[in-house]
């Protein structure tokens, strides 16, 4: 029988030192090692015996406690672990029904306009740009017309009528105050007073009608462009004006213009030389499939997401579905208004919808980071009991607001795995 200097067993300093027992233990099959250990201790005496017992028992108890006991569908965890989990309730979500679709943004047509020419001619000056915000009245470029000296002629000569008509009735109501006041003092006769007061009454009818022919003309300059100042400033200095600016009819700003310096252009309403558009609103424009066209309200709340701006989530709702098809598309148009108080909404950007057509659905729904895919089946992790959770297949339906519908698998009030879900996943393969 070997020693127990040679088992590693040894004595030094009153303590007992179990090199090969240790060494035993270290192995990598720890069943064979913890036997080898024994024996060892065994050829070392009772006191070596027992310390290696303990050491024995103090190691496997540790071994379990490290290494997670996995079962066919649960994993353990650790205390340390659980940092890396977060667990969530199930709770009722109240799901919609919804329809997509895809659309643009474009200017609100209840708030833009063109801006043609009342009247031929050359155009001398631009004054407002693409990209300008103008308001109601603001100059945007002057044009030089022979079409706009008649007016102002027959507006000058309308005046001068309005004058003379006037000193006119002035003169007769002299007359047939003078008469008035001889025929009562038995000083003139019945007939010459009579005279006077038709003259009066001719007078006042002359004036009348010199009055609404100048209304006439001045509505005709209003036509033509010129502003209530500049027709006062006509009608008292008398200098006429060649060259006519034309003014922008609404707020906004201007988004286009077909126009350039020295341009002839027509009044023609297939030419519109500026477009001017109010940006504090825009119309959201949907093309709805034939199939989705009957659940399809005005009224119903939408969502839209733009490419161009994929952080944000716009809301509105419908305010106006088209009358018809289109016949290329199949398609019918529907619109809603939305305010755009930054601009940061610009026309023709891609646009997808989301059309709410039916009232909410209230059940379980997990976060979507919850589940896990596995070709077409899908799976959470639910908790069983503290640090122990169970792999569970689950039915899932609509996606909304980071919310997976549950229809099969759980129930509200019990808790799942959103983030970490993949690490418990990874665990459990192993």
């Not at 509200?412 to 459990?428: K, P, Q, S, T």
Request: glycine share 8%.
């Amino acid at each position: 029988m070997e020693s127990a200097e040679s088992l590693g067993v040894r004595k030094a300093s009153g303590r007992t030192k179990l090199a090969p027992v240790h060494a035993a233990l270290m192995t990598p099959q720890r069943g064979c090692g913890v036997a080898a250990a024994c024996a060892a201790a065994l050829t070392g005496g009772c006191a070596a015996f027992l310390l290696a017992f303990q050491i024995c028992c103090l190691f496997i108890a540790s071994a379990g406690a490290q290494t997670p006991p996995k079962g066919e569908d649960s994993v353990r965890v650790m205390p340390d672990q659980m940092h890396q989990l977060r667990i969530v309730k199930v709770e009722v979500y109240p799901f919609r029904m919804q329809k997509s679709a895809i659309g643009r943004i474009a200017f609100n047509e209840d708030a833009s306009t063109i801006v043609l020419t009342p009247f031929s001619g050359r155009v001398t000056r631009l004054i407002a740009k693409i990209g300008d915000t103008v308001k109601r009245g603001d100059p945007l470029f002057e044009i030089d017309s022979p079409e706009v000296v008649q007016p102002q002629n027959e507006f000058l000569a309308a005046v001068a009528a309005v004058n003379k008509a006037r000193s006119q009735l002035e003169l007769a109501q002299i007359v047939e105050k003078r008469q008035k006041d001889l025929y009562e003092g038995k000083a003139a006769a019945l007939k010459e007073w009579q005279q006077a007061q038709a003259q009066l009454v001719g007078a006042q009818n002359d004036l009348r009608s010199a009055a609404t022919a100048l209304e006439a003309v001045r509505n005709r300059l209003r036509m033509l462009g010129l502003t209530e100042e500049e027709v006062a400033a006509l009608q008292e200095k008398g200098a006429i004006r060649r060259a006519i600016p034309i003014y922008a009819p609404i707020d906004g700003t201007v988004t286009a213009r077909k126009v350039g310096p020295g341009q002839y252009v027509r009044n023609d309403p297939g030419e519109p030389l500026y477009s001017i558009a109010n940006l504090s609103t825009m119309w959201l424009k949907a093309q709805i499939p034939e199939k989705d066209i009957a659940l399809v309200r005005v009224g119903q709340e939408i969502e839209v997401k733009i490419t161009a701006l994929p952080e944000r989530v716009f809301k509105a709702r419908i305010t106006a579905i088209g009358a018809g098809f289109e016949a290329a598309t199949r398609r019918v148009i529907m619109r809603s208004e939305i305010p755009n108080p930054n601009g940061a909404l610009k026309a023709e950007m891609f646009a997808t919808f989301k059309i709410m057509t039916g009232e909410g659905e209230p059940t379980p729904a997990v976060p979507v980071e919850a589940v896990i895919w596995e070709g077409e089946v899908a799976t959470v992790w639910a908790e069983r009991e503290p640090m122990v959770f169970e792999r569970r297949k689950v039915k899932v339906g609509m996606e909304q607001d980071g919310h997976l519908q549950v229809r099969e698998g759980l129930k509200a009030g019990e808790r799942v795995v959103a983030r970490g879900a993949i690490f418990l996943d990874n665990e459990w393969r192993q």
